[in-house]
């Protein structure tokens, strides 16, 4: 997987910035992006201290985040009809798309769009 460039869902940078020693190998040397979605989900928890903001906040800066626009909008429409996944999914699912790239998630709801986007389902 040397050289790809992959979307990562919210649950991977969490996994990531817990220590996940077997995920970082894995996306050690690639491109990472983040949905916008993302970056609100990690800064967002309720309960986050300071320090877990430090650490959130020093990974965003070295990582683009793909914003939302009317490409990504209407695909994210059109997921969440034809699979029912929820918003915030949907959104991260037609980011991906957007940039062509694949979508590394732990998050098994994205099995149903095997067929619709490049997928690479992490498990721990």
């Known amino acids: 997987m ?7 869902d ?13 995920l970082a ?7 990472l992006y983040i949905s916008f979605i993302t970056r609100i989900e990690l800064l967002s928890y309720p309960k986050i201290d300071a320090p877990a903001i430090d650490l959130i906040e020093n ?3 070295q990582v683009p985040v793909v914003e939302s626009n009317p490409v990504i909008n209407a695909d994210a429409i059109l997921l969440r009809r034809a699979t029912g996944l929820e918003v915030p999914d ?7 798309r957007f940039l062509g790239v694949r979508l590394m998630t732990a998050d098994k709801d994205f ?5 619709e986007l490049d997928l690479l389902l992490y498990s721990r």
Do not use: C, H, P, W
């Open 2 to 8: 040397a050289g790809s460039r992959l979307l990562v």
């Open 90 to 96: 949907a959104i991260i699912a037609a980011s991906a």
């Open 111 to 115: 099995k149903r769009l095997e067929d």
């Open 59 to 61: 990974f965003l800066v």
């Open 10 to 22: 919210t649950n991977i940078v969490l996994y990531a910035l817990k220590g996940d020693m077997a």
């Open 25 to 31: 190998k894995m996306i050690d040397g690639q491109d």
